[in-house]
């Protein structure tokens, strides 16, 4: 198990980790955490843009907490899938909708 982010406080906490498993072991270790209290959301495997929606005006950039999405000079938008943490926020920045995830 990978941890990609956290936020913790004195009282609270929430991280987004990694579990490189599938299938039933998946299945078994969100029930640990569950049964540990931790309440648990399965992020999206994947986020894409859609080019052809998109119109390249930048308001999913800034929102990133891991700079995974950058603007070209030619201000073209582009998502290095490798540094995204599935966080989502992306999605709701986008004004015309051209970012999902599945």
């Known amino acids: 198990m990978n ?3 956290a936020r913790v406080t004195a009282t609270t906490g929430e991280m987004v980790v990694d579990v490189p498993i599938a299938g039933k072991q998946l299945d ?3 029930s640990l955490f569950e049964e540990a209290g931790v309440a648990v959301n399965k992020i999206p495997a994947t986020v894409k843009i ?3 929606k998109c ?3 930048g308001a999913c950039v800034s929102p990133c907490p891991v700079q995974a999405i950058k603007q070209h000079s030619d201000w073209s938008v582009e998502l290095d899938e490798a540094k995204c943490i599935r966080c989502l ?3 709701d920045a986008c ?3 051209a970012i999902t995830s599945t």
Do not use: A, N, Y
């Open 28 to 30: 078994e270790t969100i």
């Open 50 to 52: 859609d080019i052809d």
């Open 89 to 91: 926020l992306c999605i």
């Open 55 to 57: 119109i390249s005006c």
């Open 95 to 97: 004004p015309v909708r």
């Open 3 to 5: 941890i990609l982010e």
